[in-house]
């Protein structure tokens, strides 16, 4: 599969378990990657791993620094920048009346406003090449709400909400903008769940077991690609039927 053959993709987010994938699949299908995340030594062990990926040290929570980052970054590419990958993103859970304003607003700013601006930057730049990729990674409990994480899920549900607004004011543009939404997925994150309350998460999925990392970067790759050139403003789901739209 070459659908993405010398297409130019940043990938935020990009050294964790679905960031690790998404950057497998998006090199077998040939294209021309920029890595990001906060650990530099995670980024270099992706470098070793994929000849020729492209790695970007940075924090996305750094709002006034989002345009320079997209700038440097779509140079780095070349100047052209044909999709966006919206991966990185942080929890920060809490009952909601232990819940602090800072507790709030650093999952919100982060999940949520840092990927409002990315992406408004990352279309001022698919503007001129007359068309573009925005893929938004979710999660399901932004659209079933979970205990301890009503900044989470309000950070989750609006990244849906926004991706249409977006879909919409864009569209005549050539430029698609979609959600993942992705379920329980095996990650180091899950790992550290009891296994108690494992069994019951599972015992919730009709498909009876977790997701692969892989299963969020399969829907990836096909966002990404020509294929999906009549979606927009959609969600997919990767849930294994833990919640169907």
């Known amino acids: 599969m070459n659908d993405l053959k010398e297409k130019n993709i940043i990938v935020t987010g ?14 077998d299908a040939g294209a021309n990657i920029l890595a990001t995340g906060t650990k530099n030594e995670k980024l270099e ?30 140079k780095q590419l070349g100047g ?13 859970d809490n009952l909601a009346i232990r819940m602090t304003i800072e507790e709030w607003k650093r999952v919100i700013d982060i999940n949520l406003t840092s990927t409002f601006l990315i992406s408004k930057f990352a279309i001022k730049k698919m503007l001129k090449n007359k068309k573009g990729k925005i893929i938004n990674i979710t999660s399901v409990v ?19 909400a926004m991706s ?3 879909a919409i004011e864009y569209a005549k543009k050539n430029i698609n903008v979609n959600c993942i939404s992705p379920g329980f997925i095996k990650t180091a994150m ?7 309350f494992k069994e019951v998460i599972i015992s919730k999925i009709p498909s009876a ?37």
């Open 14 to 27: 990009a050294t964790g378990g679905i960031g690790n994938s998404i950057i497998k699949k998006l090199y």
């Open 190 to 196: 899950t790992e550290k769940i009891d296994d108690k």
């Open 80 to 92: 052209k920048l044909d999709c966006i990958i919206n991966n990185a993103g942080i929890t920060q």
């Open 142 to 160: 932004g659209h079933t709400g979970n205990l301890g994480q009503t900044n989470y899920t309000a950070s989750k549900a609006g990244i849906v």
């Open 164 to 166: 249409k607004s977006l």
């Open 209 to 245: 077991r977790l997701g692969e990392p892989e299963d969020v970067a399969n829907a990836v790759i096909f966002l990404a690609s020509p294929q999906s050139d009549y979606i927009n403003g959609e969600t997919l789901h990767v849930n294994g039927g833990m919640y169907m739209a």
């Open 45 to 74: 062990e992706l470098k070793k791993k994929f000849e020729n990926i492209q790695t970007f040290q940075f924090d996305i929570s750094q709002t006034d620094k989002l345009e320079n980052f997209i700038e440097d970054a779509t």
